[in-house]
């Protein structure tokens, strides 16, 4: 599959984190992409931002603008225009993404409302069904690799608070349909082999507090994610694996800043040793 290029973009990626002191904010970083990429490879880029706008659907439908996250791609005009366009006798382009307009037109059709957990799993449902149609593999392979990470917290949690895991396991593949079968069992569970992964995520959600757990289980998503971008230099590949490395650091930054601090440091390393390799590659 031809994948284009990024020589200028690549390089030059870790020095535009340190293009202001404060570091460039996400909607910055997404903007130098916006601008240096082609438009195709940038519809990859706002995959990766469509779960802020499932958080903002939420809020939208409770009313809660007021909580509006500024990461999301649309606005709270997009969102208006498209519940008019739900009630619009005529039939209009709708405005956000198909799995979107499915869930608000099943809201605003719907007497008794839809609880929030299930709306939260059908947003979550249906962005990784988008994910996994857009044809880029990286975007296939991480989207599985993450939830997969999600569901396992998840089963853990619903066993610990007696929740009802059902409502909040996401798809059906050979993992969640294990931990469907480990949770109805009520028994001590022997943790699942497959994929290859899962021993590491159980062994530091169960072994670490969550503070911790939290920033060893980002770590493990970082060397997923070298791991698939290892033979991508100068790639879109490459871009998405360091923007997702991106919005690691910033989370990171917001919740504990010594180790933002850190992830930053491995971020721009590991950038300018790609680049080394990349150019001797090239030659």
Do not use: C
Not at 158 to 166: H, I, R, S, T
Not at 219 to 236: G, P, V
């Amino acid at each position: 599959m031809f994948k284009r290029h990024y020589y200028y973009l690549v390089a030059g990626l870790a020095d535009l984190i340190f293009d202001n002191k404060a570091g460039l904010s996400i909607e910055e970083f997404r903007e130098e992409l916006r601008v240096n990429l082609h438009p195709a490879d940038f519809s990859l880029v706002s995959l990766l931002f469509l779960p802020h706008d499932n958080n903002n659907l939420l809020e939208f439908l409770s009313g809660k603008e007021d909580r509006w996250d500024e990461n999301g791609t649309y606005t709270l005009a997009d969102f208006e225009e498209q519940k008019r366009v739900i009630e619009s006798i005529l039939k209009e382009k709708d405005v956000l993404p198909g799995y979107m307009v499915d869930i608000m037109t099943g809201f605003y059709g719907s007497e008794e409302g839809i609880d929030e957990a299930q709306l939260r799993k059908k947003l979550s449902e249906g962005y990784i069904n988008m994910v996994l149609g857009s044809g880029n593999r990286f975007l296939e392979q991480w989207i599985r690799y993450d939830t997969d990470i999600n569901n396992i917290y998840t089963f853990l949690n619903a066993k610990k608070l007696g929740l009802d895991v059902e409502k909040h396991l996401i798809g059906d593949d050979s993992l969640a349909a294990e931990l469907r079968e480990l949770y109805r069992s009520g028994k001590d569970f022997v943790i699942p082999f497959e994929p290859d992964y899962a021993q590491a995520i159980f062994r530091i959600a169960t072994e670490n507090e969550f503070h911790e757990a939290e920033k060893k289980t980002d770590l493990e998503r970082w060397s997923y994610l070298d791991s698939l971008t290892f033979f991508e230099y100068f790639t879109i590949d490459q871009v998405l694996g360091y923007l997702l490395r991106f919005l690691i650091v910033k989370r990171w930054e917001r919740l504990d800043p010594e180790t933002g601090k850190k992830m930053l440091k491995m971020l721009v390393e590991g950038m300018e040793s790609d680049v080394i390799a990349g150019s001797l590659n090239d030659k």
